[in-house]
């Protein structure tokens, strides 16, 4: 009996085992090892954030991007393609930086690529683009907070063995050192190497902007700054100074007092600004050159170098006749004119602003007198009455444009 019982359990045992066996090989994927079966099963149960760094690349995946990358930014650079062999190296940069912990084959391709890019850096330079920055002897100078259509702008180059060449598709970032407003940021360089800065806006064009240039990489979350390749360019803000040049003309010729400077000259002597009178005279032909901003014209006046403004007068007697009833001629001369005040701002030769005044028949303010002469002293001296209460209406506005607030 005892035997009976001892042999049934011993088959009870052996049935189960090759049930639960049998069960095992059911569920395991054919050909699957049993130690990476064991492992994936691991892996199920673990949390999140443990599944995201065991799929992590290991140091070593790490290692052979790294490699490959600057194998390859070398051979771009090498072979011409400089910006995007630059852009491999720091790539192996930003490859590196996502390391935990010290990888000796990873530092030393690390320590490469930043000595690389350290050898690159003498061989760029980074010139002025656009001659308007430049003065006579070739030095770069400041612009003026009131001109910003005079961009900063950029040529790259690339000194070789084979010689220097520009560097296109190169990432140039424009910023702000001092000031600021709205630029626009990052600009790539085109197949000439060049990069042009837009300034839609100054927010204080009452202080000195500078807006910096540098070559500056960023890539899978890395940046790389070449500290050395930069240039900064400097508005400054406009001086208080400003010149009147007055021109009265009539047909008895060119006043040589002027009607309308004094009362001009007086109302706008509130201005925040160091009026002075242009002491020179200029022929009709030049000032009509002046009048409409002629930049060579304008130039040729040999202003003070700090003047930022112009006032522009001209006051002109239009026509002069003798009045005439019934075929006679009375002892009666008729007289109209029209005065106009322009601000033109020397940076650029732009017209600011400008007011115009008409004394005429047809508006019943017209001149007249006993003779032409004094007929042509009176019109002059009604448009210099009608200037005068023209400029006080508009002061405020002629304040904010000569300050900078209003372009």
């Known amino acids: 009996m005892k035997r009976s019982v001892l042999l049934f359990l011993i088959l009870s045992a052996a049935l189960v085992s090759a049930v639960f066996a049998d069960a095992d090989r059911a569920e395991r994927p054919s050909g699957f090892p049993p130690q990476l079966l064991r492992e994936s099963e691991q892996l199920l149960y673990q949390r999140p954030d443990d599944v995201l760094d065991l799929r992590a690349p290991k140091p070593g995946d790490g290692v052979t991007e790294m490699r490959d990358l600057l194998e390859e930014g070398l051979e771009n650079i090498d072979g011409g393609l400089v910006s995007e062999g630059i852009k491999q190296v720091v ?238 001629k009375m002892n009666l001369f008729v007289s109209e004119a029209r005065a106009t005040t322009r601000i033109i701002r020397i940076a650029d030769g732009k017209i600011m602003y400008q007011t115009v005044v008409e004394s005429s028949k047809a508006r019943g303010n017209h001149g007249q007198g006993g003779s032409q002469y004094v007929a042509i002293v009176d019109v002059l001296r009604r448009t210099s009455s009608a200037m005068v209460e023209s400029l006080e209406q508009e002061f405020p506005q002629i304040s904010k444009i000569m300050l900078g607030s209003k372009d």
């Open 91 to 328: 790539s192996a940069l930003a490859v590196y930086h996502k390391f935990e912990g010290s990888h000796p084959e990873a530092d030393k391709m690390a320590r490469r690529a930043e000595a690389t890019l350290a050898r690159l850096e003498p061989a760029i330079a980074m010139v002025v683009a656009d001659t308007a920055w430049l003065d006579e002897s070739g030095n770069q100078k400041s612009g003026s907070t009131l001109n910003t259509a005079l961009q900063p702008s950029i040529i790259l180059t690339f000194r070789s063995d084979s010689g220097p060449t520009v560097i296109s598709n190169a990432p140039i970032r424009f910023e702000f050192v001092r000031g600021g407003g709205i630029i626009s940021g990052v600009v790539n360089t085109s197949e000439y190497g060049q990069a042009n800065c837009a300034i839609a806006r100054l927010d204080s064009p009452q202080q000195e902007n500078i807006i910096r240039a540098v070559l500056e990489y960023r890539t899978k979350g890395f940046t790389y700054r070449f500290k050395g390749v930069m240039r900064e360019f400097v508005y400054a803000p406009p001086s208080r100074k400003a010149t009147i040049v007055v021109l009265e003309r009539s047909e008895e010729g060119i006043s040589e007092d002027p009607q309308i400077l004094g009362p001009v000259y007086a109302r706008l002597a509130d201005l925040d600004f160091d009026l002075s009178l242009f002491d020179a005279r200029l022929e009709p032909g030049e000032f009509i050159k002046v009048y409409g901003g002629d930049g060579k014209a304008i130039a040729k006046m040999g202003l003070e170098a700090d003047v930022s403004y112009l006032i522009v007068v001209l006051n002109d007697c239009t026509s002069v006749r003798q009045l005439e009833i019934g075929g006679r």
